[in-house]
């Protein structure tokens, strides 16, 4: 067992143990003398195109109890650890617990099964299937159900022609347009019909058809040709054409808006405030999309709780709006605590955070905030660092900060970074997927007060190159951050794929004053501000995110991001602050931040592995299973791989420098485990990561470990406490 201990780890062990325990649960153990449980409720379709867990499942009226990697049904083997005996206080309150975090057995009910059926053939008939037959294959074996809809597609069935067939002519001519979703050729679906009702009110609600709606359009599809294809025909539904003519004109008018009102529950906004975050537009058109926008962007304003949005009819075709506006909490002061643990060293850290959502009563949001954290080493220093902030975001969309921190390491130096930023966020375009954020200034004054003689004479004077890093320099520069997603908020069970991307550049403007102006220059030949080195570099950054949803509970999420930083001209090597560091929560979790790489550089036993690993080249490739046992629950299994790299070779950092015929050998790999919480405010997190191929000891021949090298639990093992998913 020691062995097994040794060259696994605890993680086989710990499952082994539960799954050991739980089977030993009787399934059936509360399900009623003479009824079955229903163990498997699968679809099984003849035709591939159709996505049984996507297109059908949803419509079972009886599915069987949640299931963690596909056959374990932990929740209701949790809930068979009652007691059935329940005749003492302690037995009854067991059974209760059990009862409240387990999940009853399903019993399986043959009436539902041909309720689901029926459901399951009309789905087919939506999706163009009309001659779909629904059978079932049922099997008992130890009170126990295995059932089977079986789905034979058969042909399906295509549009044959398309008609447009609506009393008005500009509403005629819209259904008419290229941006139609129905074609002649294209398999029918119901789906496809309803997307069409959409597009049309919403182009007509934009156009100023205030009264219009989706439920006034209705299709007819004639399928008796007896040749799998059907004719459509878009007209007006029946209701329309019985309503007297004044409310039937009502619905074909376009409308303008004549006024706008606001009403604000207590005066605390400027009017100037609303009326920018106001897109509806005297005078103009009425604007489904202006009215959408209005309500996103009044509801993002910090101190406004909730936001309604109505319009009176006035005359023939004018319309008076009113915006109510109710007030939030203005004022908000959070605190948090927590406990740190990484490779042997513990620590502690907690900060303070208050915020003002209305500070010049213009939706100005100022916010403080404050952390202190203190790390006690095994060897017996020490690590500290306190920072402090201050920012200030504008309704325009533009936010100034300060920062000032404050880090006395134990490689025996002390640093300060002062920094100011002027961001402007770009407001996001109605319908668009991108977000856009310039930091058109970001000053980073780097300035370390003590460092010790040790320090100096093992590092600074070794590297003059590295030890750049760690002398007071300047960083002014400009970055661009956007970001994609694909996620809609109507469909959430739908896959997505995020993109984010950031271009830094830093220097060339200071850079380019230094030649015009000549400014001196320091022993290496770097100009100076005020006698301050400034560092000049561009870095670039890509990340992209798939979520693969399989189902609700079941995700599968995959990333990748690759991060470059080139220093030149004025500087010799990218500022230590703006260089990369692999391992971490959200990176290669079989390995603590800062504790990976770059390349196979190894520092055991070197007091300055800290600083020694950064790199200029990142690569971060992570897959990542999910599963929602509860709504607060979650489970994950992951496979990380990676590493950082140095863009040139340094001395202080042998076997960091990138290489194209030597990068995908070092390649770090790990695999793990993790357990999320969902809070409802927030996701906290454990993942437990494990080494699997380790770059630092190829050197040794012991990149892999597995056996016969074993694992060692300080070395190769990794607990992670983090909030949010890792990507």
Same mark, same amino acid.
């Given at each position: 067992?020691?062995?097994?201990?040794?060259?696994?780890?605890?993680?086989?062990?710990?499952?082994?143990?539960?799954?050991?325990?739980?089977?030993?649960?009787?399934?059936?153990?509360?399900?009623?003398?003479?009824?079955?449980?229903?163990?498997?409720?699968?679809?099984?379709?003849?035709?591939?195109?159709?996505?049984?867990?996507?297109?059908?499942?949803?419509?079972?009226?009886?599915?069987?109890?949640?299931?963690?990697?596909?056959?374990?049904?932990? !929740?209701?083997?949790?809930?068979?650890?009652?007691?059935?005996?329940?005749?003492?206080?302690?037995?009854?309150?067991?059974?209760?617990?059990?009862?409240?975090?387990?999940?009853?057995?399903?019993?399986?009910?043959?009436?539902?099964?041909?309720?689901?059926?029926?459901?399951?053939?009309?789905?087919?008939?939506?999706?163009?299937?009309?001659?779909?037959?629904?059978?079932?294959?049922?099997?008992?074996?130890?009170?126990?159900?295995?059932?089977?809809?079986?789905?034979?597609?058969?042909?399906?069935?295509?549009?044959?022609?398309?008609?447009?067939?609506?009393?008005?002519?500009?509403?005629?001519?819209?259904?008419?347009?290229?941006?139609?979703?129905?074609?002649?050729?294209?398999?029918?679906?119901?789906?496809?019909?309803?997307?069409?009702?959409?597009?049309?009110?919403?182009?007509?609600?934009?156009?100023?058809?205030?009264?219009?709606?989706?439920?006034?359009?209705?299709?007819?599809?004639?399928?008796?040709?007896?040749?799998?294809?059907?004719?459509?025909?878009?007209?007006?539904?029946?209701?329309?054409?019985?309503?007297?003519?004044?409310?039937? $004109?009502?619905?074909?008018?376009?409308?303008?808006?004549?006024?706008?009102?606001?009403?604000?529950?207590?005066?605390?906004?400027?009017?100037?405030?609303?009326?920018?975050?106001?897109?509806?537009?005297?005078?103009?058109?009425?604007?489904?999309?202006?009215?959408?926008?209005?309500?996103?962007?009044?509801?993002?304003?910090?101190?406004?709780?909730?936001?309604?949005?109505?319009?009176?009819?006035?005359?023939?075709?004018?319309?008076?709006?009113?915006?109510?506006?109710?007030?939030?909490?203005?004022?908000?002061?959070?605190? $948090?605590?927590?406990?740190?643990?990484?490779?042997?060293?513990?620590?502690?850290?907690?900060?303070?955070?208050?915020?003002?959502?209305?500070?010049?009563?213009?939706?100005?949001?100022?916010?403080?905030?404050?952390?202190?954290?203190?790390?006690?080493?095994?060897?017996?220093?020490?690590?500290?660092?306190?920072?402090?902030?201050?920012?200030?975001?504008?309704?325009?969309?533009?936010?100034?900060?300060?920062?000032?921190?404050?880090?006395?390491?134990?490689?025996?130096?002390?640093?300060?970074?002062?920094?100011?930023?002027?961001?402007?966020?770009?407001?996001?375009?109605?319908?668009?997927?991108?977000?856009?954020?310039?930091?058109?200034?970001?000053?980073n004054y780097i300035y370390l007060p003590w460092v010790s003689e040790r320090f100096k004479k093992e590092f600074m004077d070794r590297s003059s190159v590295l030890k750049a890093?760690?002398?007071?320099?300047?960083?002014?520069?400009?970055?661009?951050?956007?970001?994609?997603?694909?996620?809609?908020?109507?469909?959430?069970?739908?896959?997505?794929?995020?993109?984010?991307?950031?271009?830094?550049?830093?220097?060339?403007?200071?850079?380019?004053?230094?030649?015009?102006?000549?400014?001196?220059?320091?022993?290496?030949?770097?100009?100076?501000?005020?006698?301050?080195?400034?560092? !000049?570099?561009?870095?670039?950054?890509?990340?992209?995110?798939?979520?693969?949803?399989?189902?609700?509970?079941?995700?599968?999420?995959?990333?990748?991001?690759?991060?470059?930083a080139v220093p030149y001209l004025n500087a010799g090597i990218v500022p230590f602050e703006k260089r990369y560091f692999g391992g971490g929560a959200n990176g290669i979790r079989?390995?603590?931040?800062?504790?990976?790489?770059?390349?196979?550089?190894?520092?055991?036993?070197?007091?300055?592995?800290?600083?020694?690993?950064?790199?200029?080249?990142?690569?971060?490739?992570?897959?990542?299973?999910?599963?929602?046992?509860?709504?607060?629950? $979650?489970?994950?299994?992951?496979?990380?791989?990676?590493?950082?790299?140095?863009?040139?070779?340094?001395?202080?950092?042998?076997?960091?420098?990138?290489?194209?015929?030597?990068?995908?050998?070092?390649?770090?790999?790990?695999?793990?485990?993790?357990?999320?919480?969902?809070?409802?405010?927030?996701?906290?997190?454990?993942?437990?990561?494990?080494?699997?191929?380790?770059?630092?000891?190829?050197?040794?021949?012991?990149?892999?470990?597995?056996?016969?090298?074993?694992?060692?639990?300080?070395?190769?093992?990794?607990?992670?406490?983090?909030?949010?998913?890792?990507?």
């Open positions: 067992m020691l062995r097994v201990l040794r060259t696994y780890g605890f993680l086989p062990l710990v499952i082994g143990v539960l799954l050991l325990t739980f089977s030993s649960c009787n399934t059936t153990k509360f399900v009623p003398e003479g009824q079955y449980l229903l163990n498997k409720a699968r679809v099984k379709c003849s035709d591939p195109k159709v996505q049984e867990d996507v297109d059908l499942r949803a419509y079972l009226r009886q599915k069987q109890n949640t299931e963690i990697f596909g056959f374990w049904k932990l !929740q209701l083997d949790v809930y068979n650890t009652a007691p059935a005996d329940t005749s003492t206080k302690a037995k009854k309150k067991l059974a209760e617990n059990a009862h409240k975090m387990g999940e009853a057995p399903v019993i399986y009910d043959s009436t539902l099964t041909i309720i689901s059926m029926q459901q399951l053939r009309q789905q087919m008939n939506n999706m163009g299937y009309f001659q779909a037959e629904v059978d079932t294959v049922v099997k008992i074996k130890n009170r126990k159900v295995d059932l089977t809809y079986v789905v034979t597609a058969n042909e399906p069935y295509f549009i044959r022609n398309y008609d447009v067939d609506l009393p008005v002519e500009a509403i005629a001519d819209i259904a008419k347009s290229p941006a139609c979703k129905v074609h002649p050729g294209d398999q029918f679906s119901t789906a496809m019909l309803d997307e069409e009702r959409e597009r049309i009110t919403t182009v007509l609600r934009n156009r100023g058809y205030y009264y219009f709606e989706k439920s006034m359009l209705e299709f007819t599809a004639d399928s008796s040709l007896n040749s799998h294809q059907v004719d459509v025909v878009i007209h007006a539904a029946p209701y329309v054409l019985h309503l007297d003519s004044a409310t039937r $004109e009502r619905y074909q008018r376009r409308y303008t808006v004549r006024s706008i009102e606001y009403k604000l529950d207590h005066p605390f906004l400027r009017k100037s405030a609303l009326k920018r975050a106001t897109r509806i537009k005297e005078g103009e058109r009425y604007a489904e999309w202006r009215v959408e926008r209005t309500y996103a962007r009044m509801s993002a304003l910090p101190p406004v709780k909730y936001v309604d949005i109505a319009f009176t009819p006035v005359g023939d075709s004018l319309l008076d709006c009113t915006i109510s506006v109710s007030r939030g909490r203005l004022n908000a002061v959070s605190a $948090e605590i927590e406990g740190t643990y990484s490779a042997g060293d513990w620590g502690v850290a907690a900060g303070l955070t208050y915020s003002n959502k209305n500070i010049f009563h213009g939706a100005e949001m100022l916010s403080l905030g404050g952390r202190a954290s203190y790390e006690w080493r095994a060897n017996g220093g020490r690590a500290i660092e306190a920072k402090a902030e201050a920012g200030l975001l504008f309704p325009s969309n533009v936010k100034v900060s300060i920062a000032y921190n404050y880090q006395q390491r134990p490689e025996e130096y002390t640093r300060t970074i002062a920094t100011a930023t002027l961001a402007y966020f770009l407001p996001r375009r109605p319908g668009s997927r991108w977000t856009h954020q310039f930091n058109l200034v970001d000053i890093s760690y002398e007071d320099h300047f960083i002014v520069d400009w970055n661009y951050t956007a970001s994609y997603s694909t996620y809609n908020q109507r469909f959430p069970n739908r896959s997505y794929l995020q993109l984010a991307m950031r271009v830094e550049t830093a220097g060339n403007f200071l850079y380019g004053l230094s030649r015009i102006f000549n400014f001196p220059k320091n022993k290496d030949g770097a100009y100076m501000i005020w006698n301050i080195p400034f560092a !000049q570099y561009a870095k670039g950054d890509i990340n992209f995110t798939y979520h693969g949803i399989i189902t609700p509970q079941h995700h599968m999420v995959g990333h990748i991001g690759i991060g470059v079989g390995w603590q931040a800062r504790t990976l790489g770059p390349g196979t550089f190894r520092g055991a036993g070197n007091a300055l592995v800290y600083d020694l690993q950064a790199g200029d080249i990142h690569l971060d490739m992570n897959l990542e299973y999910r599963y929602k046992v509860l709504k607060f629950l $979650e489970l994950a299994a992951f496979m990380d791989a990676g590493n950082i790299w140095t863009i040139r070779d340094y001395d202080n950092q042998p076997g960091g420098v990138f290489l194209w015929d030597q990068f995908y050998k070092q390649i770090a790999w790990s695999y793990g485990v993790g357990i999320r919480f969902d809070l409802s405010i927030l996701i906290f997190r454990v993942d437990f990561g494990v080494k699997l191929h380790d770059p630092s000891r190829i050197a040794e021949g012991k990149q892999w470990r597995t056996a016969p090298h074993g694992l060692c639990w300080k070395d190769d093992m990794t607990f992670h406490f983090a909030i949010g998913h890792p990507f």
